[in-house]
């Protein structure tokens, strides 16, 4: 049962130009949620999260989109680079479930070509 | 100020050996949780610790298990190690009740 579904296993845009990674949920519990990018031999590093309460964040290049009726989140970069390629997770968590625990989706890779 | 360290990187072992795997969390972080990377699974919770106590755990069998020591520092074992449990184990840290988590660079086990 996955909780977490990122449906699209790679994604491939120019640079300067948007990238756009999506990211559903089943679980109308999760009411905080993260991405994160990993670059290969390195653990996953956090860019950007969001609240249920809000449903925009926005960090430099970075924006999360959180649309709760759909139970759909977006991650936006713009302008895209080239170093922003890597495997883009999306996560999510009961906070008031006190489980402390990270659900993740299975990734997409972002190509970003020069 | 230093990151999340995971030692040993990388380890081959033999089917029904047992690994312990090492984790340090980032200075003043008393959280540590584990999880396991496999291509088909993405990343899959292990477990998480606070206070050495162990407050939640995944769905993984028994032959998985963990601690966490007096100075947040966390081990892992894998007893009785199967084909399957080849994977990347990735430890993260975070301060307590927050999300953020740090990730370690990971420790690559692969069982022949």
């Known amino acids: 049962d996955q909780q977490v579904k990122q449906n699209s296993p790679s994604l491939s845009v120019q640079e300067g130009r948007i990238s756009i990674l999506n990211c559903d949920y089943t679980?109308?519990?999760?009411?905080?949620f993260l991405w994160y990018k990993k670059y290969p031999a390195e653990g996953p590093t956090f860019l950007i999260s969001?609240?249920?309460?809000?449903d925009k964040n926005e960090d430099g290049r970075f924006t999360v989109f959180l649309n709760k009726s759909a139970k759909h989140l977006s991650l936006h970069i713009v302008p895209s680079q080239p170093g922003d390629s890597a495997v883009y997770f999306c996560?999510?968590?009961?906070?008031?479930?006190?489980?402390?625990?990270?659900?993740f989706g299975k990734g997409t890779l972002l190509t970003v070509n020069p | 100020k230093a990151g999340v360290t995971q030692t040993p990187r990388y380890l081959i072992k033999t089917r029904g050996q047992q690994v312990t795997l090492s984790c340090s969390p980032i200075?003043?972080?008393?959280?540590v949780s584990w999880y396991q990377q496999t291509p088909g699974q993405g990343l899959q919770f292990l477990f998480e610790?606070?206070?050495?106590?162990?407050?939640n755990k995944g769905n993984f069998p028994g032959r998985f298990s963990g601690r966490q020591f007096s100075n947040s520092r966390s081990e892992m074992n894998v007893s009785t190690l199967e084909l399957g449990d080849s994977a990347l184990y990735l430890c993260?840290?975070?301060?307590?009740?927050?999300?953020?988590?740090?990730f370690g660079s990971g420790t690559r086990l692969t069982v022949v």
């Open positions: 610790y606070f206070s050495e106590t162990q407050r």
């Open positions: 679980n109308s519990m999760f009411d905080y």
């Open positions: 969001i609240s249920s309460i809000k």
């Open positions: 996560a999510a968590a009961d906070s008031g479930g006190s489980n402390y625990k990270l659900t």
């Open positions: 200075s003043g972080h008393r959280s």
């Open positions: 993260a840290s975070s301060l307590q009740d927050s999300y953020g988590y740090t």
